[in-house]
């Protein structure tokens, strides 16, 4: 039915069709409808500014949005179909045209239903009855009119192996700018589903594994991610698994809202994302341990990669020391994992994935034989990696992955290699930590922060070669001088005597997908201590209350120590 909505509102194969939409249901099913007429569908988290849509609506060319009228993040309201509007008077102003919106009843009331007294009207539930989303009808259609009107049926569109499935937009922290990722319909999905197959130990119709929970996989990763993307949508329907979606975040209306669901709902498998971790481990004990997580098979993470704590916590409290738990590094240019653990395999390390041929080159680009830390490559290129960069006519952005190395692709990520062959993660090469010839792991110094009774989350990043790390404080206290000594005290020794900058800060900035937006952290501390282009918040994926984290500190440089 979407599929013909679509194709009676004059989308074609090759169009753009945006989806700005929270997790809702109706997310996958234009996504699938799309890749059925041969439309290449641009998900883009619902939440970011009205300014960092219209930038992506622009670049990816779409004539055509999906959006809802609203949704809760949590108890704050967010006004998705405002937020198009303004993006879209934004594009015309840019000379880009927006031909039509869809909008979907999220959490408008039925037509003629009375709203109940103001104390009746539940923050965080639908449905909303203050919200009134505004509907220009030359502008603006309902998804449930044409969906009530589509017909059942309708002819798939075959598409050649290396046409355009979709685009994904990628920061690129050189430039600070952001680039339209295009990846293709054969590699991508043949990457997905064999991916999926292999490091979720998916099995469907043995006899051993009949019962409809082997099936049932939650990921928590936004779809708009490729994460979400290769493993929420694409990997496990291709394998004919059950996907439980989640909409909404782990901490409402309680910590314990991610496990209540896995009990409900007996989930065998699920991808969690670094910040239900912290979440987590924050939270009384009681939100976990009121909860039966028995049902769970496999528990994978896939963001950042995991402390020691972190990992022994989601081990015993968790998985009950006796669910195998992996960490998945997902490469977004190289279109899902690259390297990974694998279920059975109680590890800390990662091996490469089933026909990844890696390379561990140190920052000369020279080969390491054996054992060593450096950047993660591969010599032959992977069937779901990117593609081309949408309206990079001449493809010398895109030729510029393989030009860095000669010969090589670099995956992002750099990591530790011992004799066997297994990696350890350290993190993405723009957010490790270069300390005297050696690679630091963010993360672990983080995590150290965080032993520090005060210290409720930390951020460390580096700019020109000084250390910074911004921490927020428990209610009560005051970052001072005493307090930032201890701090660098406890770092000390990972830093190998480094000096370190010690910020406070009212909430950490992360982006759509729960991973601190370093990249976002970097820019603001290199403005406050030179002269640097104005922040963009638009060109990171944050939402709105991470972009006013982020001016806030830019306003109040004076907490530094």
């Known amino acids: 039915k979407c ?26 099913v234009a996504m699938l409808a799309c890749a059925r007429i041969g439309a290449v569908h641009v998900n883009v988290p619902g939440g970011m500014s009205a300014e960092g849509l219209a930038q992506r609506v622009a670049l990816s060319g779409a004539e055509l949005i999906i959006t809802v009228d609203g949704f809760w993040r949590g108890t704050k309201l967010i006004k998705a179909k405002e937020t198009v509007d ?25 037509p003629g239903t009375p709203p109940p007294e103001a104390h009746e009207q539940f923050i965080g539930r639908r449905p909303c009855y203050f919200l009134n989303a505004p509907f220009n009808p030359e502008q603006d259609e309902w998804w449930a009119d044409n969906f009530c009107k589509a017909s059942p049926v309708c002819d798939v569109e075959w598409m050649d192996a290396e046409d355009p499935l979709f685009i994904s937009f990628h920061h690129d922290d050189k430039e600070d700018k952001l680039q339209a990722a295009v990846y293709t319909v054969g590699g991508f999905m ?38 979400g993307l290769t493993y929420g949508v694409y990997g496990p329907l291709l394998n004919g698994a059950t996907v439980l979606q989640f909409e909404g975040i782990g901490s409402h209306p309680d910590p314990g809202r991610i496990w209540a669901i896995i009990q409900n709902y007996q989930v065998e498998k699920v991808l969690l994302t670094p910040s239900e971790v912290r979440l987590a481990m924050g939270s009384d004990p009681s939100y976990i341990s009121s909860w039966n997580k028995s049902s769970l098979r496999l528990i994978a993470v896939a963001g950042e990669p995991l402390s020691a704590p972190e990992r022994k916590f989601l081990l015993a409290e968790i998985g009950s020391n006796s669910t195998p738990l992996i960490e998945v590094a997902v490469s977004p240019l190289a279109g899902g994992a690259v390297v990974s653990g694998f279920p059975g395999i109680f590890s800390s390390t990662v091996v490469p994935y089933f ?33 081309y960069y949408y309206e990079d006519n001449s493809g010398e952005k895109f030729a510029k992955l393989f030009k860095r190395i000669p010969g090589k692709f670099v995956t992002e990520y750099v990591v530790a290699r011992n004799n066997d062959g297994e990696y350890v993660i350290l993190g993405k090469e723009s957010d490790v930590l270069f300390i005297e010839d050696e690679f630091v792991s963010p993360g672990a110094v983080e995590t150290t922060l965080m032993s520090h009774s005060a210290i ?20 009560g206290c005051k970052l001072e001088k005493e307090m930032a000594k201890e701090l660098r005290e406890i770092a000390i020794n990972l830093l190998n005597g480094a000096h370190l900058e010690v910020q406070s800060t009212d909430v950490i900035p992360r982006n759509t997908h729960g991973a601190i937006a370093r990249a976002a952290l970097r820019r603001i501390i290199g ?35």
């Open 3 to 28: 599929a013909n909505i679509l194709q009676s509102k004059g989308v074609q194969r090759g169009d753009r069709v945006l989806l700005y939409l929270p997790m809702v249901f109706q997310l996958p």
């Open 86 to 110: 303004r993006a879209i008077a934004l594009c015309k102003e840019r000379g880009h045209e927006v031909k039509l919106t869809l909008m979907i009843s999220h959490l408008s009331p039925n």
């Open 190 to 227: 043949l990457q997905a589903y064999s991916s999926f197959k292999h490091l979720f130990d998916y099995r469907q119709g043995d006899d051993d594994h009949d019962d409809i929970n082997e099936n049932i996989f939650l990921c928590l990763h936004d779809y708009s991610t490729i994460t």
């Open 355 to 387: 026909g990844v041929d890696l390379v561990l080159v140190d920052k000369k680009g020279k080969e390491i034989a054996g054992s060593g830390t450096g950047f993660l490559c591969t010599r032959q290129p992977l069937p779901g990696m990117v593609r």
């Open 456 to 475: 409720t989350d930390a951020a460390v990043v580096c700019v020109d070669g000084k250390f910074r790390a911004l921490v927020t404080v428990d209610w």
């Open 527 to 561: 403005q406050q201590s030179k002269e640097s282009p104005a922040f963009d918040g638009s060109l990171y994926d944050l939402v709105d209350e991470a972009v006013v984290a982020c001016e806030k500190l830019l306003e109040n440089p004076n907490s530094l120590f």
